[in-house]
């Protein structure tokens, strides 16, 4: 089974920054994307951005130019990057990963969720 473990919400002021992390572990061969979602309060979980194994970044255009998705392999690790943070970006984040176990077979993971919230 393949873990991923989230850190870094919390609460910041509308116009500020977080940063979240996900580490992943357990058992895979590896991973070919990993990416972040988010639930708001009474909403459907919508996609966020994503990081492929070959680096290709892609944003939800309600984050592009403000979130930025980045990785460290040797840490197994996805990073989310937020900036200019507003009140619509409050919601549960959860971080996804996808690629193949050391059996070849396919796996996808979700953490437990980190709670960002943005008001003054």
């Known amino acids: 089974q393949v873990q991923l473990v989230e850190s870094g919400g919390g609460l910041v002021q509308p116009g500020g920054s977080l940063r979240l992390s996900c580490a992943a572990s357990g058992r895979f061969r590896g991973i070919n994307t990993m990416g972040w979602y988010r639930q708001a309060p009474g909403k459907q979980r919508e996609w966020v951005a994503s990081?492929?194994?070959?680096?290709?970044?892609d944003y939800a255009v309600t984050v592009k130019g403000r979130f930025a998705i980045s990785k460290d392999n040797a840490k197994n690790t996805v990073y989310l990057q937020m900036s200019s943070l507003k009140p619509t970006d409050t919601a549960v984040y959860y971080c996804n990963a996808d690629g193949v176990t050391p059996e070849m077979r396919p796996f996808a993971s979700w953490g437990q969720g980190t709670q960002v919230t943005v008001s003054s």
């Open positions: 990081i492929s194994s070959h680096d290709r970044t």
